[in-house]
């Protein structure tokens, strides 16, 4: 009996974008430009806040290879979609993206040699 655990990519070997990851780093990028016009910063315990910032971030947001592969002279547009729910720890708020190929919401996003799209483990076929 073969086994076919090899023919799949493998998770780790992929380039990974978390939504906890994106949202620190872009929190941190609205405080300083916030900061520089001497308004508060955003709270994210706040739900205000985190819309304001869901709401900045989804006009700009495009995670891509430096050049596609198919074309490299052009970089790809590959926007991605967050959203977020209520902690159950009644405190603050968890992220997700949704994955631009199946609509689930998903805390990683992967993006393989093979490809050049961020999507979620299970539409392109990954494995753990």
Excluded at 1 to 22: E, G, V, W
């Amino acid at each position: 009996m073969t086994n076919n655990y090899n023919s799949r990519a493998r998770t780790s070997r992929c380039a990974q974008t978390r939504a906890s990851n994106f949202v620190r780093h872009n929190h941190c990028v609205f405080n300083e430009l916030l900061r520089k016009e001497g308004k508060p910063p955003l709270d994210l315990n706040n739900e205000n806040d985190v819309n304001r910032l869901i709401k900045g971030t989804a006009e700009y947001t495009n995670i891509s290879k430096v050049l596609s592969l198919n074309n490299p002279t052009k970089p790809l547009e590959n926007k991605v979609v967050l959203t977020y729910t209520k902690s159950n720890l009644g405190k603050g708020y968890v992220f997700w993206f949704i994955c631009n190929q199946c609509q689930r919401r998903v805390r990683i996003l992967y993006m393989p040699e093979f490809s050049d799209y961020n999507l979620c483990r299970i539409c392109h076929n990954l494995q753990y």
